[in-house]
């Protein structure tokens, strides 16, 4: 239920603009640092990322404004080895700084250059590592021992440098719906779902991979219990760190205010609270369409010079109410209401019947025959008791 809810959440804050899913990957050859900084190395990476967007859309050369942006850290690759890098939901277009204003991308085809991206997000992130490391805050062990050393570590440094930082970034072609629904798919679970582990045998794991590099093949990769336990392992989170983030018109601190401003700049009308859809929800079940078992509706006789009378339900009955048409033995077809009474859990038999005046009494609702007491059959509905 947990994604469903950041699913629908992140439906709710679409606004009526063009979205692009970017993606920013750190180089390989970080990933033993990573392994024993990882909430430091994380949280380079989300303000790194972050940083860079924000500057690209505040330029006038591409939107002039701020933009929304929503990050979802992922860990991992399709083998299930280190392959870190962010999914990014961000805006075609932002708010203009009088906050009165939507400000289209200047280009129709891209959002930002993706080569200038990546090497404002190279500069911008080595510049946080060296900080880091300044500041003492890096821990070096193992495999990283060596970069304790400075000679070593300004080596490492001109090694990233010179290293292609790969950026992604186009728009989803299914829409940002679409992509809200693949970023749900992990945001409250890590590396892998149980649809793809096909099965365990003799200390083997087997599991559904796409090869990226053989044109997105499917295949099974066959690995020792214990080497898939190990790479599991390594795309746990640090305790309490949070994996999705929200930068721009989506940052936590303003998010309704500035999404009410967007909102009126893009003359989209404010998105439908909870209780209104709850609301909705209940009406819909209420006066929702007939049960296929029940026969079609017909327009049966008045009796007594009445013509046929529905109860309407407060809005209280209609969520614990069942809803059945019938017709008596007179031809009158009639709606009744069959209501669990509140504040207790009764079982079925124990339901009261709320029957317009017009049926007449007894009748069936297939082959069960009830008898009405006669106070039901007033215009008032019955008091619960």
């Keep these: 239920m947990a994604k ?57 050369k591409w939107v002039g404004g701020e933009i929304g942006v929503t990050f979802v850290l992922h860990t991992w690759g399709q083998n299930l080895g280190d392959h870190v890098h962010l999914h990014g939901l961000v805006t075609g277009g932002g708010l203009a700084p009088d906050g009165q204003h939507w400000l289209k991308a200047k280009h129709q085809r891209f959002l930002f250059p993706v080569a200038a991206l990546s090497e404002v997000f190279k500069a911008k992130y080595l510049e946080l590592l060296i900080k880091a490391r300044r500041s003492g805050v ?89 080497e898939f336990i190990r790479r599991f392992l390594l795309h746990i989170l640090p305790s309490g760190f949070m994996r999705i983030r929200h930068y721009g018109l ?56 009445h013509g046929p009378q529905t109860i309407q339900p407060t809005l209280a009955d209609r969520a614990a109410m069942i809803t059945l048409a019938v017709t008596d033995h007179c031809g009158n077809d009639e709606t009744i209401a069959l209501r669990r009474q509140p504040y207790r859990s009764v079982p079925d038999s124990e339901m009261s019947v709320l029957l317009p005046p017009t049926m007449s009494q007894p009748f069936r609702i297939g082959g069960l025959k009830l008898a009405v007491p006669p106070r039901s059959r007033s215009h008032r509905q019955p008091k619960t008791p």
Aim: contains cysteine; charged residues 25%.
């Design 4 to 60: 469903e809810r950041w699913v629908e959440a992140r439906r709710n804050e679409l606004l009526a603009t063009p979205y692009y899913h970017l993606v920013f990957t750190l180089p390989h050859v970080l990933n033993p640092l990573i392994q024993g900084n990882p909430r430091c190395l994380y949280n380079l990476l989300f303000k790194a990322a972050s940083e860079t967007l924000l500057t690209f859309g505040r330029d006038p």
């Design 138 to 226: 890096l821990h070096f062990g193992g495999k990283t021992e060596e970069l304790a050393d400075d000679p070593t570590f300004a080596a490492f440094i001109a090694q990233l440098r010179d290293a292609y930082w790969t950026v992604y970034a186009k728009a989803p072609f299914a829409g940002p719906e679409k992509l809200i629904d693949y970023l749900g798919r992990y945001t409250h679970r890590a590396a892998i779902s149980n649809e793809r582990i096909v099965g365990l045998d003799n200390h083997q794991v087997h599991f559904r991979w796409r090869d990226y590099r053989d044109k997105s093949r499917m295949k099974t990769m066959p690995l020792a219990a214990d």
């Design 250 to 305: 989506f940052a936590n601190r303003h998010r309704k205010a500035k999404l009410a401003k967007c909102r009126a700049a893009l003359n989209q009308p404010e998105p439908e609270t909870a209780s209104q859809t709850k609301r909705r929800s209940i009406d819909a079940t209420a006066h929702g369409p007939r049960h296929p078992c029940l026969p079609p509706v017909r327009q049966g006789p008045a009796s007594a010079g």
